[in-house]
């Protein structure tokens, strides 16, 4: 992998190079040298944004499936999240923040971005269980309300 291209995978993934620092455990100055093209890049660090990369493609690639699938009835609302209120490993919160970029530019007329708002969400579920289908619920409901 050449610098550039691992630059370009970090900004498409949407991590900063302290966040990127950090996913491969290397310091900030190490991954600076990297993408300056002062050192290699090991080929294990290459393999860790690649796949990433492919993680990113495969949400895109379920999420689009389900816009097609709603062309004629609603829109969808791919939830935003602020890093407190992410449940999934932290280290893929830009990455699915990316693929809901990506979801927004491909069809800007049938993907809603809604921001999770925790307190407003606790209130409208209740006593219910947290689950992602329920947050996906609260943000169509979020959507259709605006």
Known sequence: ?????????????????????????????????????????????????????????????????????????????????EEDDWRGPPELLPVHRSACAELLARWPDNVKLVVFERADYDRWRGAREDTDALRQQWAQCKSEAA
């Not at 992998?1 to 370009?8: F, G, I, P």
């Open 1 to 81: 992998m050449q610098a550039h291209e691992l630059e370009a995978l970090r900004r498409l993934l949407f991590f900063s190079q302290p966040e990127a620092a950090r996913l491969c455990e290397v310091s900030e100055q190490t991954w600076r040298r990297w993408e300056s093209g002062r050192l290699k890049i090991p080929a294990d660090v290459a393999y860790k944004m690649q796949h990433m990369t492919q993680r990113r493609q495969r949400m895109i690639e379920l999420s689009d499936a389900r816009v097609a699938e709603a062309l004629t009835s609603a829109c969808i609302c791919p939830l935003w999240y």
